[in-house]
């Protein structure tokens, strides 16, 4: 199986290196995806089953570009307890790792309107590089190298504060190191997963009736790669319509838009422009979310807006 140059490029640069660190997806949208990051999230929306879904298609026009899908469930029990269920799949090139992980937390009141929980997340990780299909170019046409087909299990943890207008997160959803073999020619590659420490914040500011601002930021954190930092805006109009825009350092500007269709169900679009060299060769990123917040309480409840 051949493949063509920008392809080969592309692996070649993933693979040849001995030992690689593994990026967790990143989103642009991550206000609405809290809990894949963080299980203290989880429950946290009182009264309500919280159901999202979320789509990213990285560097559109590049052959083995990442792919990512998030599907993540979450509600709160009695006692202060909530419980969540979180599956991820991420795609590049031949490279293929899908998540399943189950979340619980615990919330403590600890000032008017104001909550702190502690969560953990337990799960495994599928990984599955086709690492065969890489094909060289000497005369024999062998395979690049073997195939790696293997499992590993991780929990995670993390702390969320928050009230109706205003939250901080810090979170670590992969403690545990995962190392993944293979075998190329005499010796073997390493492929490493390592772990992520996330932070996150947010504010609600009320500029009148109908408007309201939203800024918030994500930074992230790895051993061995530079630091990620997400600077967002939104504006949120008549509870109903939200717009804004984002700022990646040194990577990438984005626009935002979502919309609240039906009492519970909002469907959002984020376009990423990117601003390093690799944006000479694609049109962009584009991510997709719909999210489905179910009150089964009869409760009048604070307002919630992330």
């Known amino acids: 199986m051949k493949v063509n140059k920008f392809y080969i490029l592309l692996l070649f640069l993933s693979f040849v290196v001995k030992t690689i660190a593994q990026q967790e997806a990143q989103y642009t949208q991550y206000m609405y995806n809290l809990n894949i990051i963080n299980p203290a999230y989880a429950g946290s929306k009182e009264g309500t089953l919280s159901i999202g879904l979320m789509g990213r298609s990285q560097w559109m026009n590049i052959p083995g570009s990442p792919q990512s899908a998030t599907f993540s469930i979450h509600k709160p029990l009695n006692n202060g307890l909530g419980i969540g269920l979180s599956l991820l799949a991420d795609k590049l090139g031949p490279v293929n790792e ?15 309107y104001s909550y702190l929980a502690f969560g953990l997340k337990g799960g495994m990780s599928l990984f599955d590089a086709k690492l065969s299909d890489l094909q060289t170019y000497l005369p024999d046409d062998e395979s690049f190298a073997e195939d790696i087909h293997q499992f590993k299990p991780n929990i995670g943890a993390g702390l969320f504060y928050y009230s109706d207008n205003h939250y901080i997160g810090i979170s ?11 075998k190329e020619g005499s010796f073997y590659t390493s492929v490493s997963r390592r772990n992520h420490l996330f932070l996150t914040g947010g504010y609600v500011f009320e500029l009148n009736d109908r408007l309201k601002f939203k800024p918030s930021t994500m930074i992230k954190m790895t051993q061995g790669a530079p630091l990620s930092v997400d600077l967002s805006a939104n504006f949120l109009l008549q509870e109903k319509f939200e717009f804004g825009a984002s700022y ?17 169900f909002r469907i959002g679009y984020a376009y990423d422009y990117t601003l390093t060299d690799i ?28």
């Open 172 to 182: 670590v959803p992969n403690i545990l190191q995962s190392e993944y073999m293979a």
């Open 98 to 112: 899908q998540f399943v992980y189950a979340d619980v937390s615990y919330t403590l009141p600890v000032g008017y």
């Open 248 to 264: 990646r350092w040194n990577d990438s500007v984005s626009a935002l838009f979502n919309i609240k269709l039906f009492k519970d």
């Open 279 to 306: 944006g000479k060769h694609t049109s962009g990123t584009h991510e997709v979310f719909l999210l489905f917040d179910i009150n089964n309480s009869f409760e009048i409840l604070s307002p919630r807006y992330f």
